[in-house]
T-cell receptor, first 112, second 112 residues
Framework: DVKVTQSSRYLVKRTGEKVFLECVQDMDHENMFWYRQDPGLGLRLIYFSYDVKMKEKGDIPEGYSVSREKKERFSLILESASTNQTSMYLC???????????FGPGTRLTVT | GESVGLHLPTLSVQEGDNSIINCAYSNSASDYFIWYKQESGKGPQFIIDIRSNMDKRQGQRVTVLLNKTVKHLSLQIAATQPGDSAVYFCAEISYTGNQFYFGTGTSLTVIP
């Protein structure tokens, strides 16, 4: 079974802090994704990566950056956390972008 | 951009009854559709998929129906159980333009 893990289930950070969210998948998937999920808005794509060191902006990349130095790991970085970045963050991976995505358990981030 | 909409944001059913969750999609060129289930505190999980050249696909207790004429997708759950309580959302994938969209979700509550 595909396993996607995220470094934290819950995280509380202060405004202005730099935040790192880590995601690791164990199925050698080419594609990895970062979403945020807010009530009533569904999943919104922040960034995705289709290969090591490759990244593409999603629908809401502002305030975020990503890093993919190894195939199995995809990191989401909040350069200077703000309260409007309080959300559930979900990482996913897929063999190909057109296939189903496998999601991690999510990180609930609160920025105070 | 385009979005995948759901007719009902919430649905309550009696245990043992059948459930039907609907999804309206806007891109008539979408090629592939997926239903995900997201339980409280967890990431979304793949349930069933269907390709645009099919009208119906059955899994274990779940059936997905695709009506391309009216751009409508539905998920039917037979003999709904308490463990089926979750948020269900559909996703559509278009191979042309490499696009995918997620719906906002329907919350299913099973009443014992």
């Amino acid at each position: 079974d595909v396993k996607v893990t995220q470094s934290s289930r819950y995280l509380v950070k202060r405004t202005g802090e730099k935040v790192f969210l880590e995601c690791v998948q164990d199925m050698d998937h080419e594609n990895m994704f970062w979403y945020r999920q807010d009530p009533g808005l569904g999943l919104r794509l922040i960034y995705f990566s289709y290969d090591v060191k490759m990244k593409e902006k999603g629908d809401i990349p502002e305030g975020y950056s990503v890093s993919r130095e190894k195939k199995e790991r995809f990191s989401l970085i909040l350069e200077s956390a703000s309260t409007n970045q309080t959300s559930m963050y979900l990482c996913a991976s897929s063999l190909d972008w057109s296939y189903e995505q496998y999601f991690g358990p999510g990180t609930r981030l609160t920025v105070t | 951009g385009e979005s995948v909409g759901l007719h009902l944001p919430t649905l309550s059913v009696q245990e043992g009854d059948n459930s039907i969750i609907n999804c309206a999609y806007s891109n008539s060129a979408s090629d592939y559709f997926i239903w995900y289930k997201q339980e409280s505190g967890k990431g979304p999980q793949f349930i069933i998929d269907i390709r645009s050249n099919m009208d119906k696909r059955q899994g274990q207790r779940v059936t997905v129906l695709l009506n391309k004429t009216v751009k409508h997708l539905s998920l039917q759950i037979a003999a709904t159980q308490p463990g089926d309580s979750a948020v269900y959302f559909c996703a559509e994938i278009s191979y042309t333009g490499n696009q995918f969209y997620f719906g906002t979700g329907t919350s299913l509550t099973v009443i014992p």
